[in-house]
């Protein structure tokens, strides 16, 4: 079963309006960490936005902010007064722990977003 | 964070060949992972490489295949060996801690003709 589900896989929005993008999950563990990853075109990953699973409030980096919520097992990414520069790919990512204990991303497929001027 | 400097950024080889891909830490860490993204999808694990010990490999990936270097604390060593067409993706290590945001290279673009 897919672990990390991003059901969008393209995106528009125009500029210096709000974008959601959306992000599901499946896990067992009760504790566990989700993130949200920026990809640009020349492909370094860049980390945005990070939302424990205890964490009872919605996390924010500046313009990011992660719509948390834990029992319909969503974690939106949502960008505010969206800039030409955040065209990029998007990856929503849950850390496991994996079967030889070590702790490991799951990556879901990408939303690539693109900003109109 | 942590600062990586990973190389080559790009190769094209040739089917048959193999490349190492080299990623340099700016502080000392424990563990170094190592992710494939093949044209178009998502980022794959390949395996986990600790400091002086065999690197763990994920379902699909063999270290025959993948070869992983770990000498210290800071440097790690992705081999592809005996590529093929299908082996063309970008290469990424990082190093992060388990609760933050890992840090990635700047991936190495590999294309085998």
């Known amino acids: 079963a897919q672990k990390i589900t991003q059901t969008q896989p393209g995106m528009f929005v125009q500029e210096k309006e709000a974008v959601t993008l959306d992000c599901t999950y499946d896990t067992s563990d009760q504790s566990y960490g989700l993130f949200w990853y920026k990809q640009p075109s020349s492909g370094e990953m860049i980390f945005l936005i990070y939302?424990?699973?205890?964490?009872?409030q919605n996390a924010t980096e500046g313009r990011y902010s992660l719509n948390f919520q834990k029992a319909r097992k969503s974690a939106n990414l949502v960008i505010s007064a969206s800039q030409l520069g955040d065209s990029a790919m998007y990856f929503c990512a849950m850390r496991e722990r994996g079967t030889s204990g070590t702790y490991k991303y799951i990556f879901g497929t990408g939303t690539r977003l693109k900003v109109l001027a | 964070s942590a600062v990586i400097s990973q190389k080559p950024s790009r190769d094209i080889c040739q089917r048959g060949t193999s490349l190492t891909i080299q990623c340099q830490v700016d502080s000392q860490v424990t563990m170094m992972f190592w992710y494939r993204q093949q044209p178009g999808q998502s980022l794959t694990l390949i395996a986990t490489?600790?400091?002086?010990?065999?690197?763990?490999?994920e379902s699909g990936f063999v270290i025959d295949k993948f070869p992983i270097s770990r000498p210290n604390l800071t440097f790690s060593t992705l081999t592809v060996s005996n590529m093929s067409p299908e082996d063309s993706s970008i290469y990424l290590c990082?190093?992060?801690?388990?609760?933050?945001?890992?840090?990635f290279g700047s991936g190495t673009r590999l294309t085998v003709v």
């Open positions: 490489a600790n400091q002086g010990s065999e690197a763990t490999y």
């Open positions: 990082s190093v992060g801690e388990v609760n933050y945001g890992y840090t």
């Open positions: 939302q424990g699973s205890y964490d009872e």
